[in-house]
C-alpha cells in the first residue's frame, strides 16, 4: 500500500515552454501532498505544500507564479513549471501523506520524481 | 541557523560489517525524525521514524537512535548487504505545520561484496 507515481518520468523542453508533472497516489486518498527539487548531490528541497481543495503554501523563494501548483483531487496533484528555463532543470519529487487516521501518518510516501530538461 | 548534517564523505563497507550514519541536527526541535534510503534517479523511500519520547527503533536489520539533548539520531545497518547501498537520508518535522520535512544532505554508502 501507500503507492505514489509521477508522470512523466522523464521530459525535454524547449527554453520558454510550460510543462506540466503530475503526482497521484494510487491506493489512498492524499489530503496532503508535497513538491521537492533535488539538484545533483544535494538534498531534497521543499517547494511547498499542496492541500486538496485549497491554495498551495509555498517555501519562501519559490516563485508562486513560475510554479503553478493544482491539488483538485484527493489522489492528484500537478506542478506546472510556466515558460520553463534552463536553470529550471532539476529532479522533481512528490509526496504524499496517509490520511490522518493511519499509523505513521507523518510518513511521506514519494513519488519515483520527474527529470525535467530544459534547452 | 538551522541545519541538518549528515556524513558529507561516502561511506564504504565491507558486506556483513554493521556501519553507523549520523544526523547532527541545529536550531530545531523535532517532535520526530525519519530516516529515508534513495536510490540513483529514485524518490526516497522511508524505513523508519522515531519520536522524540522513543530512544530507539528497530526494524530487522536497522536501528535507530534518537538523542534530543545531544540533538543527533544515528542510523545502524547490521550484516550489511551489496544491496543496502544507496543514499541514506535523515528529515525531521520542523514543527511548521502541515507536518513538514526538512531533509538532511544525505550520506552515500556502499557495500562491497
Known amino acids: 500500500g501507500a503507492v505514489v507515481s509521477q508522470h512523466p518520468s522523464r521530459v525535454i523542453c524547449k527554453s520558454g515552454t510550460s510543462v506540466k508533472i503530475e503526482c497521484r497516489s494510487l491506493d489512498f486518498q492524499a489530503t496532503t501532498m508535497f513538491w521537492y527539487r533535488q539538484f545533483p548531490k544535494q538534498s531534497l528541497m521543499l517547494m511547498a505544500t499542496?492541500?486538496?481543495?485549497?491554495?498551495?503554501?509555498?517555501e519562501q523563494g519559490v516563485e508562486k507564479d513560475k510554479f503553478l501548483i493544482n491539488h483538485a483531487s484527493l489522489t492528484l496533484s500537478t506542478l506546472t513549471v510556466t515558460s520553463a528555463h534552463p536553470e529550471d532543470s532539476s529532479f522533481y519529487i512528490c509526496?504524499?501523506?496517509?490520511?490522518?487516521?493511519?499509523?505513521?501518518?507523518?510518513?511521506?510516501?514519494f513519488g519515483p520524481g520527474t527529470r525535467l530538461l530544459v534547452l | 541557523s538551522q541545519k541538518i548534517e549528515q556524513n558529507s564523505e561516502a561511506l564504504n563497507i565491507q558486506e556483513g560489517k554493521t556501519d553507523t550514519l549520523t544526523c547532527n541536527y541545529t536550531n530545531y526541535s523535532p517532535a520526530y525524525l525519519e530516516w529515508y534510503r534513495q536510490d540513483p534517479g529514485r524518490g526516497p523511500v522511508f524505513l523508519l521514524l522515531?519520536?522524540?519520547?522513543?530512544k530507539e527503533k528497530r526494524k530487522e536489520r536497522l536501528k535507530v537512535t534518537f538523542d534530543t539533548t545531544l540533538k543527533q539520531s544515528l542510523f545502524h545497518i547490521t550484516a550489511s548487504q551489496p544491496a543496502d547501498s544507496a543514499t541514506y537520508l535523515c528529515?525531521?518535522?520542523?514543527?511548521?505545520?502541515?507536518?513538514?520535512?526538512?531533509f538532511g544532505t544525505g550520506t552515500r554508502l556502499l557495500v562491497s561484496p
Open positions: 499542496s492541500n486538496e481543495g485549497s491554495k498551495a503554501t509555498y
Open positions: 528529515a525531521l518535522d520542523p514543527r511548521e505545520g502541515f507536518q513538514k520535512l526538512v
Open positions: 522515531i519520536r522524540e519520547n522513543e
Open positions: 509526496s504524499a501523506k496517509l490520511p490522518r487516521d493511519r499509523e505513521y501518518q507523518e510518513t511521506q510516501y
